[in-house]
């Protein structure tokens, strides 16, 4: 059984078409990269498979129910979310913030519990940010600020996670880091749904990659099949080689 699937989608924003004939399935322990420019679509595509947006037209399937039968809270204990900004004016603890990834397992009144602490604190440890665990949100690096919310989407114990541009606050080698914890986590059966601008990326942590450009993917596959000179002279405009180094790991480079 798919976790996650969409059906001939298209969305469009003030009659203007984002993206159709979008066709994908996600199980447990995949790892999808979505690549393509910036506006492309990325973003809204995203939006729809978690049910924020509704589609103009196709489906979204979570565990063989359509998205729309399904309550907010229902899709949470399914997917996680990271969105690529994310601000608060309240001077939260960090352990605060990952906390709250436990609301789709609290009821609206109640108040978290033992559990729900152990639970969180875990996420802390397994994404390496201990030292963060009593510091005021709004006082952290935009960094370290993805690296909690990312804490707080494990916390969350759902089966899947949607990431918006994980690395693109994060140094060098925290993106490494980080494709290394997606990497362990879909060893351990969860599945992940991240965009990202760096092709290269997809050749270090996933199994499945697609590229948006002209609305649609223009192609969906390994990352072996998918990313290669033609593909991303399509996306970017840009004539690319694929290099294989001494170690098996393929990498970008521009002509």
């Known amino acids: 059984m798919n976790l996650l699937e969409i059906k001939n989608g298209a969305s469009s924003y003030q009659n203007k078409s984002i993206f159709k004939d979008i066709n994908l399935q996600i199980e447990k322990g995949d790892i999808l990269t979505i690549l393509g420019p910036n506006g492309i679509g990325k973003t809204t595509l995203l939006k729809c498979l978690l049910g924020i947006k509704s589609l103009d037209h196709g489906e979204v399937i979570v565990k063989d129910e359509n998205i729309k039968n399904l309550s907010p809270q229902a ?3 399914v997917i996680a979310y990271v969105p690529q900004v994310h601000h608060t004016t309240f001077p939260f603890k ?3 913030v990952v906390l709250m990834g436990r609301s ?3 009821n609206l009144f109640d108040s978290p519990e033992e559990k729900d602490v152990k639970i969180a604190k875990k996420a802390i440890k ?3 940010i201990e030292n963060l665990k009593d510091k005021e949100y709004i ?6 600020r ?21 690395t693109s606050h994060l140094d060098f080698g925290n993106q490494i880091r980080l494709l290394q914890t997606v990497n362990n ?16 990326h997809s050749f270090i942590s996933s199994n499945k990659v697609a590229i948006m450009q002209n609305k649609t993917f223009i192609d969906f596959g390994s990352p072996d099949e998918v990313v290669n000179s033609k593909n991303l002279k399509i996306a970017y405009n840009l004539d690319i080689d694929i290099i294989t180094l001494d170690n098996g790991r393929k990498i970008c480079v521009n002509k």
């Open 75 to 77: 899709v949470s204990k």
């Open 94 to 96: 960090v352990l605060d």
């Open 104 to 106: 789709p397992h609290i």
């Open 185 to 200: 986590l879909a060893k351990k059966d969860l599945a992940i749904i991240m965009t990202s601008h760096y092709p290269d």
């Open 146 to 166: 993805q690296l909690v919310f990312l804490a707080r989407a494990l916390a969350q114990e759902s089966e899947l996670l949607i990431l918006d541009e994980p």
């Open 126 to 128: 397994d994404m390496g």
């Open 139 to 144: 006082y952290l690096s935009g960094g370290e």
